[in-house]
Every structure is written in C-alpha cells, then in structure tokens.
C-alpha cells in the first residue's frame, strides 16, 4: 500500500527528517526538588515529565498494615502512567483511567521491575510517576527514556540505560521515532522496541498494527539503531549534568579555567 503523502519525492518526511533521524531530543536533568530524581524529555514535540521516588518504606494501607505489594527479598516497582488532558488537539476526559494508560503503566513497570537491581532494597517500594505534557507520537518511547534519566538521576541501580524507540514501513522504507501524524495516516503498523544498550537485549517490543513477517525483521534492526543513538544522546546527558554539577563546586577561578 502506497503512502506517497508521507514521503516527498526527495524522500523526505512530513516534517523534513530523512526516515532514519530521529526528531530533536532535549532533556533537562532535577527539575524536581522534591523528587529523589526527575527528567523533562523532549523528542520533538512529545514532551514527558517523569519523577521518581525512593527507595522507601512501602505504602501503608487501612489500618496502617503494610499493603500485599511488600516484598522481602527486593524492592516493589510503582508506575503510573497518565496524559494531561491538555496534551492532545483532543481533550482527555479521564487521562488516568482508560484503557491504553493502564496497558502503557503495566508495560513500563514490568520493564523497569526486570531493569532496575531490586534485590538490593528488600521490603521498599520505588515509585515512577510519568506525566505526558504533550502527545506527539511515541509517547511511551519518550517515557521509558525520561523515566530511565530519572533513576539514573536518582541513584538508583539499574543493569543498563533503558532506551526505547518507534519504528513503522512506508513504501518498503523503514522510519524511526514515529510522529503521531505518521501514527495516525493510514494505519500504519508502529513497533516500539526497548533495549539495555550494552547487550542488545530487548527488554520489550509491542506493535500496533499488524506487521507482515519478511518486514518485521528489516523494522526492529530500524529500532534498534534509532535506539543506539538515543543511547548516546542520553550517556551526553547524564555527563554534561556531572560535569555540570562538578564545576558547580568549584571555586569561580576553577570554572574560568
């Protein structure tokens, strides 16, 4: 199926990337003084606020009587997933409670539950609280990558920087990091894959669409490489904090020099 209105005839996409670049990523590091760690990502126009909390005691219930997530030999991972209901063209009515935000809170707690070292905090719970200010497309890409900034900024161990990104196939062309125009003309099947860089392990893989089997293949190597890169935009990231937080503390001559 053809889907020339996605693609110039210089083969460019709607918004003038070429189909393997990513959109621009921003990041901004502790924008949270009362999180143990938070990120604000921007992967074009998608913009996620992700902030985490603990390891702490876990959550009390009714009675003050410790609630059945406890865990006596590792830590509890809480997610919560959720929209702003001003971050679509389309007004959310219950951005916490539908169907999609809870797949999409299911799917990144069990990623960070196999990622993150929990048997290093037996009985204690940590929370990650996900926000999407703005919905422009692989909105759980942008999540997983904002949430793994902030354990990192947090202090919180994990086995390897989580990275995730999109991919779909137009006219025999794979693309990346997939804008939610691109989501949304045509059905387009979208695959959204996280990796531990290091590895190469994929951690998780979900489609929406159906994918037909000789292209899956050509399409999770597109991810796969659109997740190497955001690897090394986000190792720049957490540097460029350390080393910003390192000249912090140095004497006014110290940071001229």
């Known amino acids: 199926m053809a889907h020339t209105d ?33 990120a604000y990502l921007e992967m074009g ?95 759980m890409s942008a999540c997983i990558n904002a949430a793994t900034l902030a354990l990192i900024h947090a202090g919180i161990p994990i086995k390897d920087f989580v990275t995730s990104c999109s991919a779909t196939i137009i006219d025999e062309k794979t693309l990346v990091d997939v804008s939610h125009f691109e989501e949304s003309t045509s059905n387009l099947p979208v695959l959204t894959l996280s990796i531990l860089p290091k590895s190469k392990q994929i951690v998780s893989m979900e489609s929406s669409g159906r994918i037909p089997l ?10 796969v490489l659109g997740c190497d890169e955001i690897h090394q935009i986000c190792k720049t990231i957490v540097l460029n904090y350390i080393s910003e937080g390192s000249n912090e503390n140095l004497p006014p001559e110290s940071q001229e020099q």
């Open 214 to 223: 000789d292209l899956i293949e050509r399409i999770i190597d597109s991810a």
């Open 6 to 38: 996605l693609l110039s005839e210089a083969g460019l996409r709607i918004d003038g990337r070429q189909i393997n670049e990513l959109r621009k990523i921003n990041c901004k590091l502790g924008v949270f003084e009362q999180a143990d760690g938070s």
């Open 45 to 139: 126009h998608t913009n996620v606020l992700a902030a985490v909390f603990g390891p702490h005691e876990v959550s009390r219930g009714p009675g003050g009587k410790h609630r059945q997530t406890s865990l006596h030999d590792r830590a509890y991972v809480n997610c919560q997933y959720s929209q702003a209901t001003f971050s679509t063209i389309e007004r959310k009515r219950k951005p916490r409670a539908d169907i999609r935000s809870l797949e999409l809170t299911n799917n990144i707690r069990e990623i960070f539950d196999n990622v993150i070292l929990t048997s290093l905090f037996p009985n204690s719970q940590i929370d990650i609280f996900l926000e999407v200010l703005q919905s422009d497309g692989s909105n």
